[in-house]
C-alpha cells in the first residue's frame, strides 16, 4: 500500500512515521499515485482523501479524539489554583467526557440548547437554561460550535472556548487540544481510523 501524508504539525509528523513504521510506502509528492491521501484542508477529486474534518465524520474517531481533549483539558484546569466551580457550555460527547472528569474536584453546571439529557444531567451536574445564562463562576468553558452565546448575565473570571472564537475578556480560544497535548496519542488513532477504511476498500 501507498500513501501521501501532509505533514504540517508534531501529529501528522507521527502519523507518517506510524506508516512507514508498519510497511506503508509514502510517496513524497501529492501528484504521485497512492492508494491514501491524508491533506490538511484541501479537496482532492480522488479516492479514499482524508482529513482530520472527514476523519471527525467517524462516531469512533471522534469519540477518542474528544477523550484526548477532554484530558489535556483537565491537565490544563488543574493547574490553577483559584478554580473552584466550572459552567460547561453543550453537553454533547465533549461536554459529557469534559463534566465526567471535572466533576469529582470542582463544582460542575451544564448549559446545553436543548434538554435531550435533561434527566442525566440534574442526577450528576446542576442545571441552567442556555437562554437564560446567569451565573457566577470561576472558568466556562465552551464546546458548541457556531453558537449565539449571551456572556452578558455571567460573572466569570476566564473563558476557554473550544469550539469558536470570540473577542471577549479573559477569553481564550484554544484549537487542537490533541495535537498539543497529546500528539503521537492524536496521530495512533488517525492511524487506526485510516487503517480501518483502507482495509475495507
Not at 513524497?28 to 480522488?46: G, H, N, P, W
Not at 476566564?158 to 496519542?185: C, G, M, W
Amino acid at each position: 500500500m501507498k500513501g501521501y501524508i501532509y505533514v504540517y504539525d508534531q501529529r501528522s509528523a507521527y502519523l507518517k512515521k506510524l506508516f512507514l513504521e508498519n510497511g506503508v510506502e509514502i510517496v513524497d509528492s501529492i501528484e504521485d499515485e497512492a492508494d491514501f491521501y491524508f491533506v490538511k484542508d484541501q479537496k482532492l477529486s480522488r479516492k479514499n482523501v482524508f482529513s482530520l474534518v472527514s476523519l471527525n465524520q467517524n462516531y469512533h474517531f471522534r469519540h477518542l479524539n474528544n477523550m484526548l481533549t477532554a484530558i489535556g483539558m483537565y491537565l490544563l484546569v488543574s493547574q490553577k489554583q483559584d478554580t473552584h466551580s466550572i459552567l460547561i457550555l453543550g453537553y454533547g460527547d465533549l461536554g459529557k467526557q469534559l463534566a465526567n472528569l471535572l466533576k469529582k474536584q470542582y463544582d460542575v453546571t451544564i448549559c446545553n440548547r436543548n434538554y435531550k439529557d435533561y434527566d442525566q444531567i440534574i442526577q450528576n451536574y446542576k442545571h441552567i437554561d442556555f437562554i437564560n445564562l446567569k451565573g457566577t463562576y470561576d472558568l466556562i468553558i465552551n464546546t458548541i460550535p457556531c453558537a449565539d452565546i449571551n456572556y452578558q448575565n455571567v460573572s466569570y473570571q476566564k473563558i476557554i472556548d473550544l469550539a469558536q472564537t470570540l473577542h471577549l475578556k479573559n477569553y481564550e480560544s484554544i484549537r487542537n487540544v490533541p495535537e498539543r497535548s497529546f500528539p503521537y496519542e492524536a496521530a495512533l488513532i488517525m492511524y487506526f481510523a485510516i487503517q480501518e477504511v483502507m482495509n475495507r476498500v
